[in-house]
């Protein structure tokens, strides 16, 4: 029993910890102007090395919305405890609905 409190405590803390760490602000917008200097300037690179203008656009998009999405998780992932998140599950209204069903199921 204790050791699953002591493990429990210790996954609070650690979790508390990385709530508490703000991320460097500097460090992210000096990402998003790297990330804008490279949408601007990887047409303009695919363009000059890719001979077939299908391939070149399917590279430009591939490559630009690959970054894009890799920078939108990296902002999801920053602040993993917001108290109100866009992909948050509603997990207190799961758990009542949960725990009710649970009760009506069990024989009381």
Known sequence: VHQCLTNGMLGFNMADKIAKTPF???YAQMLSVCLVVFNLTMPIMVAGH?????LAILVNFI???AYQGLNEVAR?????FKPVHIN????PQLQAMFNSKVRAASPA
Do not use: A
């Open 63 to 65: 490559s630009t919305v």
């Open 24 to 26: 460097p602000m500097p």
């Open 88 to 91: 948050d599950h509603g997990m």
């Open 76 to 80: 999801e992932l920053e602040d993993p």
């Open 50 to 54: 890719i001979k077939h203008l299908w």
